[in-house]
């Protein structure tokens, strides 16, 4: 097992940044590929990154590529994800998720292991 617990998410403005954070604990973290799920009121839950088990390589949906950076530190056990120029349909509640994939994955049914999900609020 595998246990995820998210945080960091809160109220924005438009424009602004966060940073979400998720500790994992349970089976070793290096050897799961991690991402970043988010899902709005009403809607499916959708990819938005993901992380090689090393880190090495990134994978983002077309809408937040160059706005978002995912990125994790094996030693700490976290995965992060930076939220840059946030704008209102960045809105959701944010879930992150471990994979135990070759590379990563942008499906949702590979992820095994999920978080409870940290609210984030972008405001006009």
């Known amino acids: 097992q595998v246990q995820l617990v998210e945080s960091g998410g809160g109220l924005v403005q438009a424009g602004g940044s966060l940073r979400l954070s998720c500790a994992a604990s349970g089976r070793t973290f290096s050897n799961y590929a991690m991402g970043w799920f988010r899902q709005a009121p009403g809607k499916e839950r959708e990819f938005v990154a993901a992380?090689?088990?090393?880190?090495?390589?990134?994978y983002y949906a077309d809408s937040v590529k160059g706005r978002f950076t995912i990125s994790r530190d094996n030693a700490k056990n976290t995965v992060y994800l930076q939220m840059n120029s946030l704008k209102p349909e960045d809105t959701a509640v944010y879930y992150c998720?471990?994979?135990?994939?070759?590379?990563?994955?942008?499906?949702?049914?590979?992820?095994?292991?999920w978080g409870q999900g940290t609210q984030v609020t972008v405001s006009t």
């Open positions: 998720a471990a994979a135990a994939v070759y590379g990563l994955s942008i499906r949702r049914n590979d992820y095994s292991y």
């Open positions: 992380i090689t088990r090393n880190g090495g390589s990134t």
